[in-house]
C-alpha cells in the first residue's frame, strides 16, 4: 500500500482523547473539527522546559532517493512511547508549493506518519494563508506608502526588496513589473513573488516568543532607504499591528496524532536551503512543557537545517539538545559514491565505501557542536546484508552508535534498537551543545566559520555586491546578528554537482539580504532562488478527489 492507503486505514483518536494524554482537558485546545486543534501559549511552562529532552533529527546530504528525516522522526517517538517515555514530535508544515511540485507531502510515510495526512498537506489550519496575507498586506502598504502624497516617508522604490509571496511553485513569477495602470495605479517598479515558506514572516513567527515579540518583529522588518537615503522599517509605515493582528491564530501550534495514536505538534514550514528549517520556538517550548521527550527535525542535511537549529534557534531561544540522529540510507550514499540513480537498487558496496565520507563530515559537523551523534540507517527493502554491514563496520571503527531503523515498514517497532541508543546517550550525559560562532563575531567571521567548519570549505570569496551588503550591515548596526546561508542542499559546497565530501573549494557569497525582523542575516550563495518552479510533470497531475470527498493521489 501506499502512504495515503496506509494512512486512510487507520481510526483516529478525536483530538481530545489525543490532548489527554498530554494533560489536556478539551477546555485547553481550540478544536479545528474532530482531528485537529490549535493549542494556546499558556500552556508554556519554564520549568518543564529546562527539564524535557529535546532530541534533533537531521541527516546526510539529500539526494533524489531520499533519506527520511521525518519518517524517521516520527518512528522514534513512536519508539520512544512504546519504551514507555513519555514523548511528542514536533515537526513543521507542509508547503503546498513542494506538495504539488515534485516533493510531495511532509507527513512521513508507510507506518510511520502523521494524520489525518489530507489536511495536513493541504491548507490545515490556514498557518500558511495567514502569513501570506499578512506578508502581503505589507507589500501593499510599501507601494501606497511610494504612491501616496499625504501619508509617506519618502521610500525610494529603487532601494525595496520586499516583494510578495503566494504558497505555490510559479517560476513565471519571479521577476514582475507592478503598477502599470496609469498614475492611479501606483508607481511603476520592478519587483516578483517569494514562495510564501521563503517569507521573512514564516521566520519571524517560527522564532518569536509571543504576539508581542512577534510585534516587535515585524516592525524591525527592513523594507529599504528613503530618497535622502535614511533607513526604513515597517514600524514606520505603522502596519505591524495589523499584520500580527492577522497572525493571531497562525501563530499558536498545532495538534494532530501519529498513525500509533501518539501526540504530534506541528507549526510553521521555513525551508532550510533558504531560511533556518525548523518548527517555531513555540512550538517545540510547548511540547517541552507537555513531554519528558521531544523529537524534532530539521529540514535538509545537518551541514543546513542542524546548523541553523543549533546557532539560531537554539541560542536565540536557550535551547540545547540532548542528542542528534542523523538519518541516512544506504541507496543515498550510494549516489554520493558515484552510483547511478537507476541502479541504487543494486548492491554496490564500492560505491557505498566512496560515499561514506559524506556521512562522515556530517558526523564531525554534530561532534563539532560538542553533541552525540547516533546514525540511524533508515532501511530500504533492497539493502543488501553486506551493504549494512559496512555502515555498521564504519560506525564501530569511528566509534559512533548506529541503529538499524524499519520505521516505514514497521513503526514504532521498527525504531526500538534507536530509540534505546537515543535513551542511553540522554541519560549518560555525553553532550554539551556549544555554538558554532559567536554572535558578536564580524559578519565575515561567522560566515567563514560556517563555510570552512561545517561545509569544509577552503576560503570564501565575496562579490562586490555582497561587499556592499557588507558595508550596509554595517552602516544600520546589525553586525551582531547570527548567519542564516542560503546554499544548495545537494552538497556540502554551493555546487550542487560536486557530491560526497567535496575539498579544497570556495564558497563564493554573491549577497547578503537582512532579516533584521527574524533577526539574521542571508548570505546568498551560488543560484539559489526563493521561488521553485513545477517540474515537466508534477504531483498535482495525479492528485484528485471523488464525489464523496475522498482524495487520491497525495504521498
Not at 533519506?67 to 514507555?84: A, D, F
Not at 552538497?491 to 525582523?517: H, M, Q, W
Not at 478527489?545 to 482524495?551: P, T
Amino acid at each position: 500500500m501506499n502512504d495515503l492507503e496506509i494512512a486512510k486505514q487507520v481510526e483516529l483518536k478525536h483530538i481530545s482523547t489525543i490532548a489527554e494524554t498530554l494533560g489536556l482537558d478539551s477546555d485547553n485546545i481550540e478544536m479545528y473539527g474532530k482531528y485537529k486543534a490549535k493549542l494556546p501559549h499558556s500552556i508554556i511552562d519554564k520549568d518543564k522546559v529546562k527539564n524535557s529532552n529535546l532530541i534533533l533529527v537531521t541527516a546526510i546530504s539529500p539526494t533524489p532517493a531520499g533519506e527520511g528525516k521525518t519518517t524517521m522522526s516520527i518512528g522514534l517517538s513512536e519508539g520512544l512511547n512504546q519504551l514507555g517515555k513519555q514523548t511528542t514530535v514536533v515537526l513543521r508544515e507542509p508547503s503546498l508549493g513542494p506538495v504539488f511540485g515534485i516533493k510531495g507531502g511532509a507527513t512521513g510515510g508507510g507506518y510511520s506518519q502523521v494524520l489525518p495526512m489530507e489536511d495536513i498537506n493541504l491548507h490545515f489550519t490556514g498557518d500558511f494563508s495567514a502569513i501570506e496575507k499578512a506578508h502581503n498586506l505589507l507589500s501593499a502598504v510599501i507601494d501606497n506608502n511610494i504612491q501616496s502624497k499625504t501619508n509617506s516617508v519618502g521610500l525610494d522604490p529603487r532601494t525595496v526588496t520586499w516583494k510578495r509571496v503566494m504558497d505555490m511553485n510559479d517560476r513565471a513569477l519571479r521577476n514582475i513589473v507592478v503598477g502599470l495602470g496609469g498614475t492611479t495605479s501606483g508607481v511603476p517598479r520592478e519587483t516578483g513573488f517569494d514562495i510564501t515558506a521563503a517569507s521573512e514572516i514564516m521566520a519571524i513567527l517560527c522564532l518569536c516568543d509571543d504576539l508581542e515579540n512577534l510585534k516587535e518583529r515585524l516592525g524591525n522588518i527592513f523594507v529599504g532607504y528613503t530618497l535622502s537615503k535614511e533607513p526604513v522599517y515597517v514600524r514606520e509605515l505603522k502596519v505591524e499591528g495589523a499584520m500580527a493582528a492577522l497572525l493571531k491564530d497562525a501563530i499558536k501550534p498545532n495538534l494532530v496524532q501519529t498513525i500509533e495514536g501518539n501526540p504530534a505538534i506541528i507549526h510553521g514550514g521555513p525551508f532550510a536551503n533558504i531560511a533556518q528549517g525548523t518548527n517555531s520556538v513555540i512550538a517545540t517550548r510547548m511540547g517541552m512543557s507537555l513531554s519528558d521527550y521531544v523529537v524534532t527535525e530539521a529540514g535538509f542535511g545537518a551541514d543546513l537545517g542542524a546548523e541553523k537549529f543549533l546557532d539560531i534557534k537554539c541560542q536565540s531561544a536557550g535551547l540545547s539538545p540532548k542528542a542528534v540522529v542523523l538519518t541516512t540510507t544506504i541507496r543515498a550514499l550510494k549516489y554520493h559514491g558515484g552510483a547511478d540513480l537507476k541502479l541504487l537498487t543494486d548492491e554496490n558496496v564500492d560505491a557505498l565505501k566512496k560515499g561514506i565520507p559524506n556521512l562522515e563530515k556530517h558526523i564531525e559537523n554534530v561532534k563539532q557542536f560538542n553533541l552525540t551523534p547516533i546514525i540511524a540507517i533508515n532501511r530500504f527493502i533492497t539493502d543488501s546484508d553486506a551493504e549494512i554491514e559496512t555502515i555498521q563496520q564504519f560506525a564501530k571503527e569511528n566509534n559512533v552508535r548506529v541503529a538499524l531503523a524499519e520505521v516505514w515498514a514497521k513503526g514504532g517497532k521498527g525504531a526500538l534498537d534507536l530509540a534505546r541508543h537515543v535513551v542511553e546517550v540522554v541519560e549518560e550525559h555525553t553532550s554539551d551543545f556549544t555554538p558554532m560562532y559567536d554572535w558578536n563575531m564580524s559578519v565575515e567571521a561567522k560566515i567563514e566559520a560556517i563555510a570552512t567548519k561545517v561545509y569544509g570549505a577552503k576560503q570564501v570569496d565575496y562579490s562586490a555586491e555582497a561587499r556592499k551588503n557588507l558595508r550596509t550591515i554595517s552602516n544600520l548596526g546589525l553586525e551582531s546578528l547570527p548567519i542564516c546561508m542560503a546554499k544548495t542542499q545537494k552538497s556540502l559546497s554551493d555546487n550542487p554537482k560536486l557530491l560526497g565530501r567535496p575539498k579544497d573549494f570556495t564558497i563564493t557569497v554573491r549577497e547578503i539580504e537582512i532579516a533584521a525582523g527574524a533577526g539574521f542575516l542571508v548570505p546568498i550563495t551560488g543560484a539559489m532562488m526563493r521561488m521553485p518552479g513545477l517540474p515537466a510533470h508534477p504531483a498535482s497531475e495525479k492528485i484528485s478527489i471523488d464525489n464523496e470527498g475522498n482524495i487520491s493521489g497525495l504521498f
